[in-house]
Structures are given as C-alpha cells and as structure tokens.
C-alpha cells in the first residue's frame, strides 16, 4: 500500500526493519520515497521545457516526513550505517547498538576513543541538548562547517549522534538537529542483545526487506566486510530463518 501519511511512514519502517531514505542503486533495501511515491517516480514539477518549477506534492511530503518520523521517535533516522541516509525501525535499534560495545548512557561516548572535535561536538550535544550544525560550530568556537559536518558524520556512523528533526531557516534548507543515540533512544536501548543475536537480527531485517540477498548486499546495507556477512546469513540458514540457493556460482540467500 502506498504511504500517505506520517504514521503510515512509520508502519512501513517498522514492517522493512531498515530503509533508505531516498533510494541508491547500490543498496538492496527499500525506500521510503519509493513507497510514498512509487517506482520511477519525479521528485519535480516541470514545465514544458523540463526545467523544475517545483516540488511534487509526494516529495513535498517526503521532504517533511524524513525529519518528522525521527522528530516524533516514529523511526531512528542518519548515516548509522555508512554513507546512505538510513531509517531504522524502533525495534532494532538495541541490535545495532550492541554492535558499539557501549553501555547505551548518554556519556558513553567518552570511553570510545574520539578525535578532539569529534567529542568537542558530542559534549555540546550532551551539555545543550539537540543541536543543529550552526549552532554547535558556535558553541564549540569554529566557523568550519565542512570539519564539523564530517565529525557529525563520524559520529552518526559510531551511533553516537542521530537525526533528531530539523527547524527552518531564514534561507537555504532546514537545519537538522542532533542528538546523543543512547539519550533519545534510551527506552529502545534497555536490554542489549548479544553481539551474535544483534548481527543475525540485522542480517535477517535486510533479507526481510529484499526479499533475497548475498553476502556483499548485506555488507552494503550495514557497513560490514562481505565474509562477515557471508558467516552471518550462514547462521541464519543453519537456525532455519533463511534459505540458500546458487544462481552461476553466486549464493543468494532467500526467505525460507
């Protein structure tokens, strides 16, 4: 069914585990701009020339809803996983937590080894609340965007920070806030599976949303090494979660 409102937004990241916000060729999950708008579908209205005049009203919605789902704790949202924009239902949240080997308080971050700038913005994060990135690089005292935006990125990547809405701006497009991952996610966050548990529940939530998947798709989706993947959906077979066929030599893992 096409997702026509936020909570159905909601219930679509819920029901695929993990989605992209915006779709990537190279990566086998869903996305919520495709469910919202279909396949194929243009993000603009265009005049008779081509030329964009606007934004589609499914854009429109997706534009507000990517930022309202983690704004409300509808769905987890950020780079938690590599490079793509990723939304993460609720309930594997504790899974992709335990793979950080911290105790899920919102100090952790202390004991992870941060580059200086990398814990100068993770402590005005904790010291003020959410933040956008003007006004951490005012309240760490550096007029360097792109440093501080690539040490948010680190920190989204080590789930020390994630997407906590966004505010509007005078000009430009609206500023996403920042919050610590283990404060805004605390109640999700109570009981850590095991390291084993944590990577077979997320293995599984990628093959659910794919319906079928090899080692290296599962590395993409999560930001793993292929062979570890490949242990993985192995294990998965082995419990009966997971089927196993090969097509010309490549092993492709299916829903049992």
Excluded at 23 to 28: A, F, L, S
Aim: contains cysteine; hydrophobic residues 45%.
């Amino acid at each position: 069914m096409r997702v026509r409102s936020v909570e159905d937004a909601a219930s679509f990241v819920d029901r695929v585990g993990i989605a992209l916000a915006w779709g990537k060729v190279d990566v086998v999950l869903p996305s919520l701009w495709e469910a919202i708008a279909g396949l194929d579908a243009d993000w603009a209205v265009r005049d008779e020339d081509g030329k964009p005049t606007g934004f589609t009203q499914e854009f429109d919605r997706f534009w507000r809803w990517k930022d309202e789902l983690p704004e409300q704790q509808l769905a987890c949202a950020g780079r938690h996983f590599g490079t793509a924009a990723l939304l993460i239902a609720p309930r594997l949240l504790a899974a992709a937590y335990a793979l950080t080997g911290r105790v899920a308080e919102a100090e952790d971050f202390r004991e992870a080894d941060l580059e200086t700038l990398d814990l100068e913005v993770a402590e005005s994060v904790l010291e003020n609340g959410p933040l956008t990135g003007p006004e951490i690089r005012r309240l760490i005292g550096t007029t360097d965007r792109k440093a501080v935006d690539r040490a948010v990125a680190r920190l989204q990547r080590r789930l020390v920070l994630t997407n906590a809405g966004a505010v509007e701006r005078r000009q430009g497009w609206r500023a996403i806030r920042q919050d610590l991952f283990a404060r805004r996610w605390k109640d999700s966050l109570r009981r850590l599976p095991s390291e084993g548990d944590a990577r077979r529940g997320l293995a599984l939530a990628v093959l659910e949303g794919a319906g079928e998947v090899s080692a290296a798709d599962v590395a993409g989706a999560l930001g793993w090494r292929r062979k570890q993947a490949e242990v993985i959906l192995t294990e998965l077979v082995d419990s009966g979660s997971a089927g196993l066929r090969d097509e010309d030599g490549l092993a492709l893992w299916t829903q049992p």
